[in-house]
């Protein structure tokens, strides 16, 4: 079994949602070990980061066939790249939904430009694994 997940999103739309709600917008969405990685000097790189784990989250989201909720939360799916390249951690609904799916690695890539960021993510299981 195998899952693939896509998703573009503009930096601005980020950028929008944190002037608007701030930390309201960041503890809804984004784990403290996200935070503690995207919080940066220059409020540019700190949009773009956020941007690029947001749409690794939708990507994940979609690979998982929940899209926006449906038991699934958005704190549910961590991005995390301390040491390394970025990795997918799950919990709660989205741990879940892969389980029944028998997804169980998962592979991510993210990018991004001043405007735009990209997240891809394959989730594989089973004889796929």
């Not at 989201?61 to 038991?71: D, F, V």
């Not at 939360?73 to 390394?84: L, T």
Request: charged content about 20%.
């Amino acid at each position: 079994m195998f899952v693939h997940g896509v998703d573009l999103i503009e930096v601005s739309r980020i950028e929008r949602m944190l002037e608007a709600h701030g930390d309201s917008f960041l503890s809804r969405c984004f784990t403290d070990t996200e935070q503690s990685v995207s919080n940066v000097s220059s409020d540019e790189t700190r949009n773009q980061r956020y941007a690029a784990r947001f749409a690794a989250k939708e990507a994940v989201m979609k690979a998982l066939g929940t899209g926006w909720g449906n038991g699934v939360g958005w704190k549910d799916i961590s991005v995390e790249s301390i040491d390394g390249p970025p990795k997918v951690h799950l919990s709660g609904g989205a741990k879940q939904r892969a389980s029944e799916l028998g997804i169980e690695h998962w592979a991510l890539s993210l990018s991004h430009t001043e405007s735009h960021a990209i997240a891809s993510v394959i989730g594989t299981g089973g004889n796929n694994a």
